[in-house]
């Protein structure tokens, strides 16, 4: 995703084409203490079912999918590897294959994510209590549900800019929470906006994978995006949207949201921009 430029320690490591194999990190403990509240990607440089390989992995464990590293892999993948702009390419995760593709007017990459699966729908009071949160702040309209595009999060949806600003994790309670959930990360989002010009302001929250808030989370965003046209958020089946992020952690983050619900089979797409704004070499 695009970050302010003042914003560049939260900018991923994108140019770890340093490994053969990917086992290095499930021993090395020194290099896992380098990832501080961020995602470390590796990526290899041949094809492989006419994709490229990609493993992510948090300060605590390996994750099946992330939304903004892949977007800065295709970046990397086209320019450092093909060495030009391509239509499309394709990434290997463990959650699946994820088409990437570019959209040179408006310079947006854009990931296809996987069909989402909606799982549970939990109880607002239990939710209210993690988020330390007046249960009135809830949008009751719609469901606070699990729902999942590679990763699972549970969305729940908040009336106002003032609750999203409000939310205050209970450590205790989110971990009682999340014995019983698939999904592990929690992402708020209120139809008022810090910018006029966008049509969300979202928040996201994984102390589960050593993140306790996360300024631009493409994999949520992603499932936000089903969930708005599941439910006719909009009162659409059709979506396109701007989304604001991580304003209250003062790294502003702008995603990109588009998803087509036709006769129940949803559509998803994400997107962003990415600045290439370092490069160098880690010698091991």
């Avoid at 995602?39 to 992995?57: A, C, E, P, S």
């Avoid at 892949?70 to 088409?99: C, D, H, R, S, V």
């Avoid at 209970?170 to 592990?184: M, Q, R, S």
């Amino acid at each position: 995703m695009f970050f302010h430029k003042e914003n560049i320690q939260e900018i991923n490591l994108l140019f770890l084409r340093m490994l053969k194999s990917f086992q290095i990190l499930k021993c090395n403990k020194s290099l896992r203490r380098l990832i501080i509240q961020r995602l470390l990607l590796f990526y290899q440089t041949q094809k492989k079912n006419n994709g490229y390989d990609v493993r992510i992995f948090t300060p605590n464990e390996e994750i099946p999918f992330a939304g903004h590293p892949t977007l800065g892999t295709a970046y990397i993948i086209q320019n450092e590897i093909i060495g030009e702009l391509t239509e499309k390419l394709i990434l290997n995760f463990k959650a699946g294959q994820i088409p990437v593709s570019f959209d040179k007017p408006e310079r947006i990459f854009w990931m296809e994510q996987n069909r989402p699966a909606f799982g549970r729908i939990l109880d607002a009071n239990k939710v209210s209590a993690v988020l330390n949160l007046d249960k009135e702040y809830i949008d009751n309209r719609f469901p606070i549900q699990e729902v999942s595009t590679g990763l699972p999060v549970i969305i729940v949806p908040l009336k106002s800019l003032e609750a999203n600003k409000k939310v205050r994790m209970n450590k205790e309670k989110y971990y009682e929470l999340i014995e019983h959930t698939d999904a592990k990360a929690i992402m708020v989002f209120s139809p008022e906006t810090y910018n006029v010009d966008n049509h969300l302001n979202v928040r996201d929250f994984a102390d589960y994978f050593g993140i306790p808030e996360d300024a631009a989370t493409g994999s949520s965003n992603g499932c936000l995006a089903s969930y708005l046209v599941k439910y006719r958020y909009f009162d659409k089946s059709k979506i396109n949207l701007r989304v604001e992020q991580g304003y209250e952690m003062n790294r502003r983050s702008l995603l990109f949201l588009k998803a087509n619900d036709e006769n129940g089979e949803i559509t998803v797409f994400v997107g962003g921009k990415v600045e290439k704004i370092a490069q160098g070499e880690w010698l091991l």
